[in-house]
């Protein structure tokens, strides 16, 4: 299943591989955060990962592929039956499609607001308007996040159109092939769409395997490093 989901995502294994470094990147942002969604959580590793790590924390995971929905919460029901009262944090999974403002209004009916969003591996394997849509339903949508909610985006990401190496621009190539739409993003294009929707850069950080971890935060809060 695993395999079979991953296929045509990313390198496989990837996401097992990221789970510590993302959780390591995250961990002073967690720390202040109590309710915490995620887009686009695929298998839920990384959801589970930090769940487990920041018992304090309530996740929100969602996903667009309703197969992957069941696995997510069929694995996160097998885990607690093996380890009774962990992972009572990870709440039901829910279908989320960023470019549906009704599935927006679903949320509403959870237990917000939530003052971080995570994504991972999203922006590259989507048509742009979903980086819109993800920063234009985040800054519009008071009633679901907090006044200084921050929102965590990872994945690759070119500088100023520039690809970090060959790596980057066969894994882009790659992905056009597959969908025109998709692609490798530029990380000022997504910072001015942050900014067009009232976030600000606060930290962009290299990750391992030319990764980057970008934290937005809805606030004046000054930026650490670039
Ligand atoms: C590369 S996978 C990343 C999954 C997981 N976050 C990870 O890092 O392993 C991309 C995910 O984006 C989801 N996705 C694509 N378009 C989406 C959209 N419009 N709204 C929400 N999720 C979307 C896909 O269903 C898929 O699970």
Same mark, same amino acid.
């Given at each position: 299943m695993e395999e079979e989901r991953q296929k045509g995502w990313s390198v496989p294994g990837s996401w097992d591989r990221n789970k510590a470094p993302i959780s390591q990147a995250l961990s002073p942002y967690l720390i202040s955060s109590s309710r915490v969604l995620e887009v686009a959580s695929g298998l839920g590793i990384h959801a589970s990962h930090l769940a487990l790590e920041h018992p304090h924390l309530q996740f929100q995971p969602t996903e667009l592929d309703p197969q992957l929905i069941h696995y997510i919460n069929d694995t996160a029901a097998d885990h607690r039956q093996n380890h +009774?009262? +962990?992972?009572?944090?990870l709440s039901t999974a829910i279908p989320f499609d960023v470019t549906r403002s009704s599935d927006w209004d679903t949320l509403s009916s959870l237990n917000g607001p939530f003052d971080l969003v995570m994504t991972n591996n999203l922006l590259h394997i989507s048509p742009w308007t979903v980086t819109q849509k993800l920063f234009e339903g985040v800054g519009s949508r008071t009633d679901l996040f907090s006044g200084a909610v921050k929102v965590a985006i990872y994945g690759p990401f070119r500088r100023n159109n520039v690809f970090s190496g060959p790596n980057d621009e066969r894994f882009d190539a790659s992905l056009r092939e597959r969908d025109v739409a998709w692609g490798i993003r530029d990380l000022e294009a997504v910072e001015r769409v942050a900014i067009d929707n009232g976030f600000e850069l606060k930290e962009a950080l290299q990750m391992p395997a030319n990764n980057w971890e970008l934290i937005f935060v809805r606030s004046n809060s000054t930026r650490k490093c670039i």
């Open positions: +009774s009262g +962990s992972l009572t944090n």
